[in-house]
DNA sequence: TTTAAAGCAATAAATTTTTATCGATTTTTA
DNA sequence: TAAAAATCGATAAAAATTTATTGCTTTAAA
């Protein structure tokens, strides 16, 4: 590994795991069901089971919140909810706007979800003349021309991308201009953000990649011993 | 960890690194690019570069599809494609159906970039009556009652779920009661499925979980030290 | 009241994944 | 034609992540 190459990985900062992170949301999830059960308490065997993990790694994720659970008990299942939420920063709504008001723009504006952990999606843009002036799941879509504007006037912090791939970077560059501070990403190029600038993607062919793996391995497996 | 949640470990095949799984598809996607150029060959250093990472990983990864290179020259772009593909088992075409006709499976169906990927959509289903019998995206929506016989007629291997999430565990059993070997599954419940069928939950939440931390940390590394 | 069981917390071990190093090979330049 | 530079492939080292172990605490049952 040369100079450069130690520069590039050195960007990102040292923070939790991210395998864990990527948990909390599950967690989340499966205790907001006990809740709705009207359960009060959860022990880390518990959650493991129902989401096919094992106990000891639950725990640790968990632990990453700083909540205190009692043993032969378990924890508190609302106190939980509310340290994984605070932890992820879904105590508090983040008011983002999204770019792209296709199939995928609406799909997200149309997932109830996003809203309970803190996403709040003001106003969509696009560059089509007849979405421009209607709502989308009562989610206004403004003209792109329109977003800096927008984003300024209204402290939007966080940007959410799904527009087609070729024109992902020049709206990333739009919503940096106008002072976006995070980038959801759902096209799949690499974007170049400046260092006070976050951003993730969505990669689906990466999920698909990993799903057909397992059918190939699947398939090969079925060829050595025979048909299930 | 007892008995039982060892089993529950065991149940998953070792295979491939799935973290190697996932950026076969950056690579890939990359390689068209330069191929589009009309570059014929192309390091790890260079790959790495464009993409930033650091080429001995590349390197790591591309072994996986058994690929030789030269040194001082890289590799010849068009194997490597071809390689990666028929890796994943994208050289040939595998026929899915999608349940769920709404706003993400309209997406999903929209978006080209899975045709490349051996992803070959032949129908959607869904239960609403304004849906059935329309086409989305020149792809046929059908009454989920023919789901059954549509799987068994065509061979289908792959099930797409974008339903709500309080029906998808119901369309899994119907998927793979009609033989469906494989689930892409974009509701965010975990599916229960047979030894037989592989299953791959595209999880949104826990990749705006990972955005989620890096805003925090990005916001209190500010409060340190003054906004940029 | 004692004993047993469940489960948390912390620490240690194992595994997986990433990164570094080194020798060999190919190309380019002197 | 020899030396230098780039890069592969393999192996080793380091780092990250997962899993195991141990001891202590709480609850419940004997």
Known sequence: MNKAEKNVQRDYKKGYPSPSLQRLPLYLRQLKLYQREGVEKASCTRIAQDLGLISVQVRKDLSMTGIAGRPKVGYNIDELISRIESFLGWDKQRKAVLVGAGALG???????????????????????????????????????????????????????????????????????????????????????????????????????????????????????????
């Not at 504006?109 to 989308?136: M, P, Q, R, W």
């Open 106 to 228: 609406g799909a997200i504006l149309g997932y109830a979800g996003f809203v309970e952990h803190g996403l709040s999606i003001c106003a969509a843009f696009d560059v089509d003349e007849n979405k421009i002036g209607t709502s989308i799941r009562s989610c206004p879509v403004y003209s792109l021309d329109e977003l800096e504007r927008f984003v300024e006037q209204n402290q939007i912090v966080i940007g959410i991308i799904t527009v087609p791939q070729s024109v992902a970077q020049f709206v990333t560059d739009k919503m940096v201009k106008a002072g976006i501070r995070a980038i959801w990403n759902y096209s799949p190029v690499r974007l170049s953000v400046p260092s006070n600038v976050v951003c993730e993607t969505v990669q689906l062919s990466s999920s698909f990649a990993v799903l057909s793996s397992k059918v190939k391995s699947m398939l090969a497996e079925e060829r050595k011993t025979g048909p299930a």
